[in-house]
């Protein structure tokens, strides 16, 4: 059975995930994850639901477009949750004993995506700021969290409306009702 939010911040695993993504500890958050699974019994879906909640507040940006020097760079904030996402598709052409491998690489990439905004400006270490060939030593300090917890935001109309909706928020820069839609 799935969690609601108030029962994914008291899972055991909810701050020992959060601890490990903030340290970069792409290891620990990883066995996490599959000590959820693989020794805990939890299903993927709730496994899935814990390690969302903890990676999300670290992955999201200000704005989806960013201009720098007159250059348009387009900022994908939901990188590493659309990469669970795929991985779940990818789980059913494996064989048995292998299904969990995509999940596991996608979760291992988690504590390496944060703070993309930062990263891309080369503020920040992680994957983004490594491909653009800056180095950024450890901070001391976590990833900007640039969404305050907020209330879902819950449109009424067709998942293709609200999906609507919530591309036009994203497009146009209002990144709280983005925020607040995608929660929703």
Do not use: C
Not at 169 to 184: K, N
């Amino acid at each position: 059975m799935l969690l609601n939010r108030d029962e994914i911040r008291q899972h055991k695993s909810f701050d020992l995930l959060t601890e490990a993504i903030l340290q970069r500890d792409q290891p620990r958050t990883t066995d996490l994850f599959f000590g959820m699974v693989a020794r805990d019994g939890r299903s993927v879906g709730e496994a899935l639901s814990v390690v969302t909640a903890a990676e999300a507040p670290f992955v999201q940006v200000p704005s989806h477009i960013n201009v720098r020097d007159g250059q348009i760079t387009l900022i994908n904030n939901d990188h590493t949750i659309l990469g669970l996402r795929a991985a779940t598709y990818l789980m059913p052409f494996l064989p048995e004993n292998y299904r969990l491998l995509p999940l596991l690489q996608s979760v291992w990439y988690i504590p390496a995506g944060l703070d993309i905004w930062n990263q891309l400006l080369g503020k920040y270490p992680g994957r983004y700021a490594t491909m653009k060939g800056i180095v950024v030593p450890p901070p001391s300090y976590g990833p900007v969290v640039w969404n305050d917890e907020q209330e879902p935001i819950r449109e009424a109309g067709t998942i293709d409306d609200r999906l609507h909706q919530h591309m036009i928020a994203t497009v146009s820069g209002d990144s709280r009702r983005s925020y607040g839609l995608f929660l929703g």
